[in-house]
């Protein structure tokens, strides 16, 4: 199965692998040597929670690792005239009169606060394939939201 993924995406969770393995890992083997060094391990506190955060970067770096060799980068079709991965669509709720403004990026990506959401979210799903003046309804659990595209942009 591969997994969508823009470069930007892409790039950062090299940066995060290289970070773990040259700086992390180094760090707690140390510490967890440090914590050997003061004797009774059944009771030694700075050891247990050393062995957790190890336990934890070493997860994080398989997990990583499994994404990264599944990783799909695909490149925006900069100048499409449909909403595509990689786009920046803004997008207007028609029943709220707000504005909003999402990139459309794999689900590992995703993130509501800096405005890039999953091409797999019921909104990237719905945005996908639009042109500016299009209109789409997207069910939430809430209330069925209809959004108008007004401008389709990369960046």
Same mark, same amino acid.
């Given at each position: ?26 760090? @707690?083997?140390?510490?967890? #040597? /440090? ?5 009774? +391990?059944?009771?030694?506190? *700075? ?43 803004? @997008?207007?709720?028609?029943? #709220? /009169? ?5 990139? +459309?990026?794999?689900?590992? *990506? ?46």
């Amino acid at each position: 199965m591969t997994i969508p993924m823009t470069k930007e995406g892409y790039d950062q969770l090299r940066k995060e692998l290289e970070r773990l393995k040259r700086e992390e890992r180094p760090k @707690i083997i140390a510490l967890i #040597a /440090e914590a050997v060094g003061h004797g009774d +391990l059944s009771e030694n506190a *700075e050891y247990s929670a050393a062995k957790e955060r190890q336990s934890f970067i070493e997860g994080r770096i398989k997990e990583i690792q499994t994404k990264l060799a599944s990783a799909q980068v695909i490149e925006s079709q900069r100048g499409s005239k449909t909403v595509v991965f990689g786009a920046t669509v803004v @997008i207007k709720d028609r029943h #709220a /009169e707000v504005h909003r403004t999402y990139m +459309l990026v794999g689900q590992d *990506e995703s993130d509501l606060q800096r405005g890039k959401i999953s091409v797999q979210s019921p909104v990237g799903r719905a945005l996908i394939g639009r042109r500016v003046g299009d209109v789409v309804e997207v069910q939430t659990p809430a209330r069925l939201i209809i959004y108008e595209v007004l401008e389709i942009k990369f960046l």
